[in-house]
């Protein structure tokens, strides 16, 4: 195996065991903080345990994601160096401020874990909100990073070095706001989609009981509100990272072009079909579910 494979297979591995529990860090502060309105809101018991098993669940998630995280910060310039050399003066600034969120998250997350006795429940909840805010911060800056490989901007080379460099207009490159809403959401479609899962298997084994019936709802309700607006910036996407090329060829190359495109693109068109299939069946079932937000006799707060 030659090193540059060996270092491709590293660095893959540890982006595919990190994007779980980076998603699910996104996606799951946002819906204890919604879980934990509503019990407020509602002095609903029920509700208030639900934001209570998934704190559990976000911390360790996050203690891992921690972990793999910083891993990954290693592997970049140690697997990479030559691109960390060129790039880093660059893309610095998005990797920087990824850190400033990442520790905003933690000391948060800190008062959240330790003040469900200690603050009023007003506080507590209002803690929340830095969670998800900065969750989905670190991965907007870390996505814009990825953007910026895609089209790079701010930036020239002179005679081979690196110069006029213009960290803001790299992180807000013509790829970012695409690539960016589009990780957002998939997110939050992972997680509640991920979510509702653990609920369905529990209410198909007979357990209907009202914390099962509004964990699966709640899960189901962010998935697919993420999911709708998901599918068009796809698309849009893909457009942007392939229509300057497109359109930058001459008639008899486009042409060409086209014949060669059309015989490869039935496979894009069985996947986008697939996820909106997928989509369109998910929104059924959760309008299936929708007697969990019936009147029912959870326990009160009060």
Known sequence: MSDLLAARAQMGTSLAFHIIFASLGVGLPLLLC????????????????????????FALLFAIGAVSGTILSFEIGLLWPTFTKFSGSIIGLPFALEGFAFFIEAIFLGLYLYGWERLSPRTHW???????????????????ANSWMNTPTGFQITHGQVTGINPLQ????????????????????ATGFGVAAVYAIQILRGKREPYYRKGLMLAMALGELAGIPMRPFSGLTLMHLR????????????????AVA???????????CSTSGANGLFLRIACCCGGSFWPDRSPSLR
Not at 130 to 143: C, E, N, T, Y
Not at 170 to 183: D, R
Not at 243 to 250: E, M, T, V, W
């Open 34 to 57: 919604i879980a934990e309105g509503l019990a407020l809101w509602r002095k609903d018991a029920t509700w208030m345990t639900l934001t209570r098993r998934w704190t559990k669940a």
């Open 126 to 144: 209002l803690c929340s909100f830095p969670l998800w805010i900065s969750g989905a911060a670190s991965a907007w800056f870390i996505v814009s």
């Open 170 to 189: 790299a992180i807000l490159n013509p790829s970012t706001p695409y690539e960016t809403t589009h990780m957002l959401l998939a997110a939050y479609v």
């Open 262 to 272: 059309s015989s490869r693109c039935s496979w894009g068109a069985y996947s986008g």
């Open 243 to 258: 229509i300057g090329p497109i359109l930058s060829l001459s008639i008899p190359h486009l042409m060409a072009w086209s």
